[in-house]
């Protein structure tokens, strides 16, 4: 589960920072369907799905909380997991807005 939770944030960030550079460079002729591709991602990894996998999960972290059955590290995972899926676009922007203040 950590390698699969690992791989969708990394992921996630990964075609957030892909939409944010062909933002910036302008679109290059024939990626219409690439950043429709990555827009529908995003959209997903963002939007009513992942909302409602995050609140499921958050769930289960408390029911395992309160039950005395948690795996701390596990619970610890699931929560940052969460912040980072959904700071995502937030993270990517500060870290390019570092980059082109100390380039």
């Known amino acids: 589960m950590a390698f699969a939770s690992r791989f969708a944030v990394l992921t996630?960030?990964?075609m957030i920072a892909?939409?944010?550079?062909?933002a910036q460079v302008g679109s290059?002729?024939?990626s219409g369907p690439i950043l429709g591709a990555v827009n529908w991602v995003r959209g997903t990894m963002e939007g009513g799905i992942a909302t409602a996998v995050a609140v499921i999960a958050v769930a289960f972290v408390g029911f395992m909380m309160l039950t005395g059955r948690m795996n701390w590290k596990h619970g610890i995972t699931v929560i940052v997991g969460c912040f980072i899926l959904f700071g995502a676009a937030t993270i990517v922007g500060g870290i390019q807005m570092a980059a082109r203040t100390a380039g």
């Open 12 to 14: 996630a960030g990964a």
């Open 28 to 30: 290059p002729q024939g």
């Open 18 to 22: 892909a939409q944010e550079a062909l």
